[in-house]
């Protein structure tokens, strides 16, 4: 899972590009472009056949903090694992009916799981603020 460098988040919300790239090399990624308001990060792809991230981009802010980001992966199984551990780092994250779509209004942000359709292999994890809540 790739975790924000601030001991009391778990995300990369509200890190800035610097913050982030460190996040991102740890788990053997490299940035590949950025400009004012997003980056792109890509990693070393695994072997065929196994679940791995590929690519995450980071959307900022004016003030260069991120607010949103989204990771894309082989494979549904280490999207389902960065939820069920998120889950447990923050108790008040919910599922929301049968959707694939999780709120912890708490601490003002969402996860939304999408599997892309062309594929049906990659899947992507969008994890953003909910804008005018809480900070994690």
């Known amino acids: 899972m790739i975790v924000g460098l601030k001991s009391k988040s778990q ?3 509200n890190c ?3 913050e982030i790239n460190k996040a991102i090399v740890l788990h053997q ?3 590949v472009n950025k400009s004012l308001i997003k980056a792109k990060f890509s990693y070393a792809t695994p072997p065929e056949g196994n679940d791995c991230i590929f690519r995450t981009t980071c959307y900022f802010t004016s003030k260069h903090k ?3 980001y989204i990771n894309e992966y082989w494979g549904d199984e280490l999207p389902n694992q960065e939820i069920n551990k998120l889950k447990a780092y923050y108790p008040t994250l919910k599922k929301i ?3 694939p779509l999780w709120i912890d209004h708490k601490k003002g942000f969402q996860i939304t799981l999408v599997n892309d359709k062309r594929t ?3 899947y ?3 994890i953003e603020t909910i804008t005018g ?3 994690l």
């Open 120 to 122: 049906g292999a990659a």
């Open 16 to 18: 800035n590009l610097s």
């Open 66 to 68: 991120c607010f949103k």
């Open 29 to 31: 990624g490299g940035l």
């Open 97 to 99: 009916n049968n959707k």
């Open 124 to 126: 992507s994890l969008k």
């Open 133 to 135: 809540k809480g900070r």
């Open 11 to 13: 995300t990369l919300l």
